[in-house]
């Protein structure tokens, strides 16, 4: 038996572009999931625009452990006979290849499963959070101090996306993540890899393939690591802008501005939210970050992710739950 991509027993979590023939996605972080009855399910993938090193994935089978693989035509999940649900992860790219426009070369295109028989998952009700931010939410050079990985070619293997805040602060909540973190982007940066300014590329999956609303119950900002060299009232009026722009496309959503974990641009953020919070009656919430994690490294490391998300979690539970707000 044979499912396509857009086959409703896949279940995808994150900013995915599904149509007749495949699904795809270069956010990082992101996932899908199915169940299949036999012994193999062989899992193929389009790498036709796809340039070395490849995108990497993170595997796993019956919740169990996590296998890191290379995307490749086809994977083969094996397992002994019986129902097994398998959940494919996009767990690392490489940030300076193209990702939004042209021969997309950082994505990961999904375009059958193989299998003996398929069930649908089993339902997923939890909430939706939505992250929006750069490389650090992405989860880039998290495993740096991994001796055998020296090179520039090399950072899809320290790169991390379920190590990250963003996925662990999900995990932590028990909602289900939605992730858009890219290397370099900012509310007046472009993106590693062609990505547009993020107010330009948030509503679209790449260039010209605008995408529906997360609907997430909640929305969490990081940005200005990569606007801190930039004019400050420049900055202030384009994170300004960036907030008009999501809460229009989500005006049921609670939104939450965390500053960068750096420290830097947090009072600026701090004056654009509260100038939205006025002129449009809103509340959006502002959580200063500053002093969670050392400065330096820029890019965090695994454990000051724990640390950020571990801080990031708690707050959302203490304020920002039903009950609590």
């Not at 995408?211 to 200005?224: E, F, L, P, Q, R």
């Amino acid at each position: 038996m044979i499912i396509t991509a857009d086959n409703k027993l896949i279940r995808y979590t994150g900013r995915w572009d599904i149509n007749e023939t495949m699904a795809s996605s270069s956010a990082n972080g992101n996932y899908f999931e199915f169940k299949f009855i036999g012994e193999t399910a062989v899992i193929g993938f389009n790498i036709k625009n796809c340039k070395t090193p490849f995108p990497h994935l993170f595997i796993s089978v019956d919740n169990g452990a996590r296998v890191e693989a290379v995307v490749d035509r086809y994977i083969r999940v094996s397992a002994d006979y019986g129902e097994h649900c398998v959940k494919v992860i996009l767990k690392s790219s490489v940030e300076r290849q193209s990702r939004w426009s042209g021969a997309v070369e950082a994505m990961v295109t999904l375009s059958e499963i193989e299998s003996e028989n398929f069930v649908a998952p089993d339902e997923d009700t939890r909430k939706v959070i939505e992250f929006i931010g750069d490389s650090i939410t992405e989860g880039i050079s998290i495993d740096t101090h991994y001796v055998n990985y020296e090179t520039s070619d090399d950072m899809v293997y320290w790169d991390d996306s379920t190590a990250g805040y963003a996925y662990l602060t999900a995990k932590l909540l028990d909602m289900r993540p939605v992730i858009m973190g890219y290397g370099c982007l900012g509310t007046l940066s472009c993106g590693a890899g062609g990505i547009p300014p993020v107010e330009e590329s948030y509503p679209f999956y790449s260039d010209n393939r605008p995408m529906d609303s997360t609907k997430a119950d909640y929305i969490v900002i990081n940005h200005g690591t990569n606007d801190r060299k930039k004019d400050k009232e420049d900055f202030k009026n384009a994170y300004y802008s960036f907030l008009k722009s999501v809460r229009k496309r989500n005006p049921d959503s609670i939104i939450i501005s965390v500053t960068p974990y750096s420290g830097c641009l947090a009072e600026e953020i701090k004056e654009s939210v509260n100038k939205y919070n006025e002129d449009f009656s809103d509340s959006v919430f502002y959580i200063n970050s500053t002093g969670w994690v050392p400065k330096e490294p820029l890019h965090p490391v695994r454990e000051s992710h724990k640390i950020i998300a571990t801080k990031l979690s708690e707050i959302i539970k203490e304020r920002f739950t039903e009950g609590n707000l």
